[in-house]
């Protein structure tokens, strides 16, 4: 079965500092796709950065970044500089061969001023 | 850039009683997908429809039904309402055949009182 673990209930974060979130997933699946999803208190689900698991280099989208271990099915989330708008629950995707989401069930990122 | 249309935003219904939550995808995408995600959960896939076929069902309740319509808006049917089903219901649609491309919908908050 298709799983993905996040391990870290919630995290804390002094802003402008940088955190690392984890992700662990379980495919047999040699191609798919992972994913980060920033939830803030709106409950609308943002995403934050995808990685493709057939490129070897790691995405990145501004103060966001991942470490991709393909082999360890491993999937990160840095955050650099991080800032108070950074708050929210942030979910672990990883997306099947029909295309449909299996989630994590999330991180809590809370951003101390 | 026009987004995925969810209505209603916010429904209350008593127990046992019928619902019908409706999502419009973006322009030209033609699959859609449902997810619920209740309470301090992450989100799990319901039922999702390609070119309006049936393509994936996930843990969907017999009670609830969905379907594709010409124009690609989707709905949801929900009926015999149990107090376990308030959630908020998440629509994203996608285009092929990039269908690891998919954008959410606000979602719709629902409450079974």
């Known amino acids: 079965a298709q799983t993905v673990t996040q391990s870290q209930p919630e995290m804390s974060v002094q802003e402008a500092e940088t955190v690392t979130l984890s992700c662990t997933y379980d495919t047999s699946e040699s191609d798919y796709y992972l994913f980060w999803y920033k939830q803030p208190p709106s409950r609308q689900m943002i995403l934050v950065i995808r990685q493709e698991a057939y490129k070897q280099q790691n995405a990145t989208e501004n103060r966001f970044s991942v470490n991709f271990q393909k082999a360890a099915k491993s999937f990160s989330l840095k955050i650099s500089d991080s800032q108070l708008g950074d708050a929210a629950m942030y979910f672990c995707?990883?997306?099947?061969?029909?295309?449909?989401?299996?989630f994590g069930t999330g991180t809590r990122l809370k951003v101390l001023a | 850039a026009a987004g995925v249309i969810q209505s209603p935003r916010h429904l209350i219904k008593e127990k046992r009683e019928t619902a019908t939550l409706k999502c419009y995808p973006i322009p030209r995408h033609d699959t859609v997908y449902w997810y619920q995600q209740g309470p301090g959960q992450d989100p799990q896939f319901l039922i999702s429809?390609?070119?309006?076929?049936?393509?994936d069902k996930g843990s969907i309740p017999d009670r609830f039904s969905a379907q594709q319509f010409s124009d690609y808006h989707s709905e949801l049917n929900m009926s015999s309402l149990e107090l376990g089903d308030s959630a908020l219901y998440f629509c994203?649609?996608?285009?092929?055949?990039?269908?690891?491309?998919?954008?959410f919908g606000p979602g719709t908050r629902l409450t079974v009182t």
């Open positions: 994203a649609s996608s285009r092929a055949p990039a269908l690891h491309e998919q954008y």
């Open positions: 429809f390609y070119e309006k076929m049936q393509s």
């Open positions: 995707a990883y997306i099947t061969g029909t295309y449909k989401y299996i």
